[in-house]
């Protein structure tokens, strides 16, 4: 049973920053490939970015490349999504998300076994 608990989220203007977290627990963390992806209300799921065990291999949607990082802090069982120059557009509750294992690109919902519950992000014009 893992465990995730996602945090940071909230109301800022467009071109603003916000990071968030995603905390896990209840499993070896360095043992999960680790997503974040995004849901609009009325819209289906989407792919945000992605890192892999080792830390080192990163992948973006189209339309947050170039704006966000995700990165991880094994020591803190975290991952985290810095987001910068923030658009309308990205306002969606964001999901953090584990996959134990596989080869697969880790870009789709169905790659990943775990779930957060995910935390609101509101940009405003």
């Known amino acids: 049973q893992v465990q995730l608990v996602e945090s940071g989220g909230g109301l800022v203007q467009a071109g603003d920053s916000l990071r968030l977290s995603c905390a896990a627990s209840?499993?070896?963390?360095?043992?999960?490939?680790m997503g974040w992806f995004r849901q609009a209300p009325g819209k289906e799921r989407e792919f945000v970015a992605r890192?892999?065990?080792?830390?080192?291999?990163?992948r973006f949607t189209d339309s947050v490349k170039g704006r966000f990082t995700i990165s991880r802090d094994n020591a803190k069982n975290t991952v985290y999504l810095q987001m910068n120059s923030l658009k309308p557009e990205d306002t969606a509750v964001y999901l953090c998300?584990?996959?134990?294992?596989?080869?697969?690109?880790?870009?789709?919902?169905?790659?990943?076994?775990?779930w957060g519950q995910g935390t609101q992000v509101t940009v405003s014009t």
């Open positions: 998300a584990a996959a134990p294992g596989g080869s697969t690109l880790y870009v789709e919902s169905s790659d990943y076994t775990y």
């Open positions: 209840g499993g070896t963390f360095t043992s999960y490939a």
């Open positions: 890192i892999r065990r080792n830390g080192v291999s990163t």
